[in-house]
């Protein structure tokens, strides 16, 4: 378990990023296209999490892009032909660094509507009492009077931003005061993961199981580790933590670090998710060096659910977390000054 953790720290950055042995014969200069393209190549064939997951036939991927490599070519030529075969692989935790620009498959997040409008959060809820809007570290809240009901209202966009513990007692005093917490992390596309498992161990007294892990071992499509099992472990003092009904907002742009907290949300009884399935990026990122300096990082990890699906099996949750409730953001209502998320987390909150 210590490996993985130390592994699972920082999901949003390219880490690891270490030296590599050469994979090909005969006196190629280090920069040489071939052998830099050889090398990304080999290295995914040989590492990558889902080539088996995703049904990718990595030969197949091969014949596409090594007819473009040839001798000459120039430094953003060759990345221009990295970058797309890297793309083939559909994964936020695949990337190309290089000093002039990096790879990013970026229609992971198109895909789906944004269903975030941080203005109207701002204006008609955050801002609806100036008096209870608060600002703590990272982390926005506010207490909304409803029906007689004290519904909490926080929102925490970058994990690449902690919060003190002081910090995060403060919020969760105030949370305590609740009835309802709606907890808002749309568009938050991860960072450090020890902020999302410090968040979500301040809504549990209990460790509860969360998902399994298990890291790639060898070449082969079933060449994993062991099972592991991830607990969501209470956080901070008891006398700092919320236990009541809480709704957790999602969408495409809740990734990486940030599908962790899902996971460990989802964990918790008292925990509903809503909104859109997650970005995903459950694949612990590994990193090294290209023969010509270059860095690249792609996912050698995989998260699978706690729970079995029909067929006896884990879920595996690459490709997003998804809700208990499927909910897309009304421009109809929002153009009426209502987030229609936040609208019915609220009605699920006051159900309870």
């Known amino acids: 378990m210590k490996r993985i953790m130390r592994y699972l720290t920082l999901l949003f950055w390219p880490l690891l990023l270490g030296g590599c042995d050469q994979l090909w014969v005969g006196e190629q200069p280090a920069d040489d296209p071939r052998a830099v393209f050889e090398t990304l190549w080999t290295e995914i064939e040989g590492k990558y999490s889902y080539l088996d997951y995703k049904n990718l036939d990595w030969n197949r991927v091969y014949q596409t892009y090594s007819p473009m490599i040839r001798p000459g070519m120039n430094e953003m030529e060759l990345f221009r032909v990295l970058e797309a075969m890297m793309n083939e692989l559909q994964d936020g935790h695949a990337n190309l660094f290089t000093p002039f620009t990096y790879s990013a498959y970026r229609p992971l997040f198109l895909s789906r509507p944004t269903n975030l409008d941080a203005r ?12 209870a809007f608060f ?14 009901k ?10 690449t931003q902690s919060p003190s513990e002081a910090q995060l007692d403060f919020v969760m005093d105030r949370m305590r005061t609740c009835d309802g917490v709606v907890l808002d992390v749309r568009a938050n596309g991860g960072g450090l993961l020890t902020n999302a ?4 161990g301040r809504f549990t007294n209990e460790g509860r199981k969360s998902h399994y892990h298990r890291m790639k071992t060898g070449r082969g499509a079933g060449d994993f580790s062991r099972l592991e099992a991830v607990f969501t472990e209470p956080s901070g003092e008891e006398e700092h933590r919320y236990t009541g009904p809480v709704v957790l907002l999602q969408n495409r742009g809740s990734y990486s670090a940030t599908s962790f907290l899902a996971l ?26 290209l023969p010509n300096g270059w860095n690249y990082r792609f996912s050698v990890g995989q998260a699978l659910s706690a729970e079995l699906d029909s067929n006896g099996a884990y879920w595996n949750w690459e490709n997003g977390v998804p809700p208990h409730t499927a909910v897309d953001l009304d421009p109809v209502q929002a153009s009426q000054g209502f987030d229609s998320m936040i609208e019915r987390a609220i009605v699920d909150l006051l159900s309870r």
């Open 120 to 131: 109207l959060i701002l204006e008609r809820y955050f801002l609806r009492d100036s008096l």
């Open 135 to 148: 600002t703590t570290g990272p982390i926005q809240h506010t207490i909304l009077d409803t029906l007689g």
């Open 150 to 159: 004290r519904i909490g209202l926080m929102a925490y966009r970058d994990f």
């Open 197 to 200: 498992r410090r968040l979500s």
């Open 264 to 289: 460990h949300m989802r964990a918790l009884p008292q925990v509903r998710l809503l909104g859109d399935t997650t970005g995903g990026g459950l694949g612990i990122p590994h990193g090294a060096s």
